[in-house]
């Protein structure tokens, strides 16, 4: 069945509750007694004076609301925990949705249905702060939300959320346990709600821009604000929603910026002013529902009740923001208009020797400052790649993307051959990866493998051209670059979903330099095949490891060929390289005779001159091949 709620938020704007806990804590409650030993655990009280819960609810659908908060803000199995009350944490939910539906079934008029939102909040252990880990958060919060769903939730409210980690994980959390109760996102919508502090960012650093790009993509019926600051800290964040969020947008402001009066906390925003602030959301920026947190009473929520009427939503029409990934703090545009999208290569075990000693040493903080440099050498993304035989690959991702989310502002690209290794690093990712990479080698399963990663953590997907072809897996013509690349883009969208702008086609750099035969052709097939596959499929990202080209020549010369061949590539319309940033030489800096050589040698132009390069000519190799 769709979800009433749903229909009633394309209907008409919605106004959600204000704040539970001040009216809580105005009421005098016993710790013994009332909380049953647990001071500072309003989500026990559903058990102990469920009455003070119903009043609250109550209270604040007299005045108006359309929706109401379960008092579950803290009801997770992790956050109960810290009273003890793990155990309890099905109950709990469960008893506190069911009180929020009998007291909004009251309610409920013919053309005014009243709606239980299923609370969850960020809890005080953050992942990306290493405080507690992805598996444990995940059952956690899937535990509550059964309660919630059990107890007849209408939605379930992901709020005041700090960390995109959280976020990431709870929204899993939420598919799984809807999936368990026989429903779907669309019976039961998931909402986000992120807190952006007065800094402009979430708490750990994230801008609306990044929660948007590392977000869009779930599930998710909504994204909105709720939390630290008044409504008027918000406009700009709600205003870039409105213009590129395509779902429902929610607002849910603190009654302004607080002030210690007398040792008190004291939220200054009168509900009138708050009203007329929630106005201009409603009318500039189209949101969906408009309700109240930290300081705001019923009364808050009558005048805006008053205000907002029956109206419906304004109109607005949104464009979608560009395809980004995005490090732990902002995103980074996958087209980079007068260039290329540059991912580092260097912190990866059998491409730098530095690397790997350092992995060796366990010398994390050298792994950081390597990382560093690379962003600071100019490369946009870094590829993070630890295989290495003999050592634990998914510990050694996980302490390194650990250490470099919270230290260099990068979005990562994880390169591994193992699933396993890669789901390491993406339980540590707050913002949105890049995974490196699928294939079809092993056969649609593992591909499917790779997939359903960057579908659960919202990733972009590396898939190279290779398949199930025993005896030459690697596509070497440009056709067969197209056609597997055809193949794993429509089974990419149809079975997983994927769209194509979230897919990076590597169709695979051969080293030119092995003075075999077969692989003279490599280069010019390769730029033919991203010539082909760039305009079958224009929104694809196109990627390579561009270094490979170059395997086993001298270090100058591998500098002229990569920069030359990587120049060929972007006009062909690749849109990406992996490379060592600073090895890569603008065309101009070239000397003209070095650029003739390089292009003979990538064009397989035999008994050309090459300049005095040291390249190898292309019929004189192997000899030559000198490093
Ligand atoms: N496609 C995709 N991912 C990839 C590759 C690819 N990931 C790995 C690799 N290929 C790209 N990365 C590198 C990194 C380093 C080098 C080449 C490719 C390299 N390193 C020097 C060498 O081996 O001679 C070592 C330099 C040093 O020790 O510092 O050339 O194709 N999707």
Redesign the pocket.
């Known amino acids: 069945m769709p979800s009433p709620l749903l229909t009633e938020l394309d209907r008409r704007v919605l106004v959600f509750d204000g704040a539970m806990g001040a009216l809580i804590h105005a009421i005098d409650l016993d710790i013994e007694r009332d909380y049953c030993g647990c001071e500072n655990c309003p989500d026990v009280l559903v058990k102990s004076r469920p009455d003070i819960i119903e009043s609250i609810h109550e209270q604040y659908l007299k005045a108006g609301a359309d929706a109401i908060y379960t008092d579950t803000f803290g009801g997770a199995h992790h956050i109960l925990g810290e009273f003890d009350l793990q155990d309890e944490t099905y109950d709990l939910n469960t008893r506190a949705a069911e009180i929020a539906r009998s007291v909004a079934d009251k309610h409920t008029t013919s053309d005014k249905p009243r709606f239980v939102i299923g609370s969850m909040g960020p809890g005080t252990k953050l992942i990306t702060l290493g405080q507690i880990d992805w598996d444990t958060m995940r059952a956690s919060y899937a535990e509550a939300i059964r309660g919630l769903i059990a107890g007849g939730s209408d939605a379930i409210m992901i709020e005041t959320c700090q960390d995109l980690l959280q976020v990431k994980c709870a929204v899993n959390a939420a598919v799984d346990a809807l999936d368990d109760a026989g429903k779907s996102p669309d019976d039961i919508p998931i909402m986000v709600s992120v807190t952006i502090e007065q800094t402009g960012a979430m708490l750990l650093g994230t801008s609306i821009e990044g929660a948007l790009s590392a977000l869009r993509g779930y599930p998710i019926a909504s994204l909105g604000l709720n939390c630290a600051t008044g409504p008027t800290e918000m406009t700009e964040h709600i205003h870039h929603l409105s213009k590129h969020w395509d779902k429902h947008i929610t607002v849910l402001p603190n009654a302004g910026l607080p002030a210690l009066i007398d040792g008190k906390t004291v939220y200054p925003l009168q509900p009138s002013a708050f009203a007329e602030a929630m106005q201009r959301f409603i009318e500039r920026d189209a949101i969906s529902a408009a309700g109240g947190c930290c300081g705001t009473t019923p009364e808050h929520i009558q005048l805006l009740t008053d205000l907002v009427g029956s109206r419906a939503p304004a109109k607005r029409s949104p464009t979608p923001p560009s395809p980004s990934v995005t490090s732990l703090y902002a995103p980074t545009e996958l087209r980079q208009d007068t260039s290329f999208l540059i991912v580092g290569?260097?912190c990866?075990a059998s491409?730098?020797?530095?690397f790997k000693r350092l992995l060796e040493e366990e010398d994390w903080d050298a792994i950081v400052s390597l990382a560093r440099e690379q962003i600071r050498d100019g490369s946009h993304v870094l590829?993070i790649?630890v295989d290495y035989a003999g050592r634990d690959n998914a510990s050694d991702m996980a302490e390194v993307v650990s250490r470099i989310v919270k230290q260099v502002d990068a979005p990562l690209m994880l390169?591994s051959t193992q699933p396993n290794t890669i789901e390491s690093g993406l339980k540590r990712a707050a913002g949105k990866c890049v995974i490196?990479?699928a294939n079809f080698e092993d056969g649609p399963e593992k591909f499917d493998e790779m997939c359903a990663l960057a579908k659960r953590y919202n990733a972009a997907l590396?898939i190279?051209t290779i398949d199930e072809d025993q005896d030459a897996p690697m596509a070497r013509t440009a056709e067969r670059k197209l056609a597997i690349a055809t193949r794993a883009i429509e089974h990419a969208g149809r079975r997983h979903a994927i769209p194509v702008s979230n897919i990076f086609i590597?169709p695979?750099?051969l080293p030119i330099s092995t003075g075999m035969d077969p692989d003279r052709r490599s280069a010019l097939e390769l730029i033919e095949g991203t010539r082909r596959i760039a305009q079958a499929f224009p929104d694809v990202q196109l990627?390579?490891?561009l270094?490979?080209v170059s395997?086993g020549l001298k270090p100058s010369a591998r500098v002229i060929l990569n920069s030359v061949f990587l120049h060929e590539l972007v006009e062909a319309g690749m849109t990406s390289a992996?490379v060592?940033a600073s090895k890569i030489l603008p065309l101009n800096k070239i000397e003209e005779s070095h650029k003739l050589a390089a292009l003979n040698l990538i064009y397989d132009r035999r008994d050309q001159s090459l300049g005095g390069t040291g390249l190898p000519t292309p019929d004189q190799r192997p000899e030559s091949v000198a490093v």
């Open positions: 290569e260097r990866n491409g730098s020797r530095k590829d790649n390169d490196n990479s590396v190279g590597d695979l750099v990627i390579c490891g270094s490979n395997f992996i060592h």
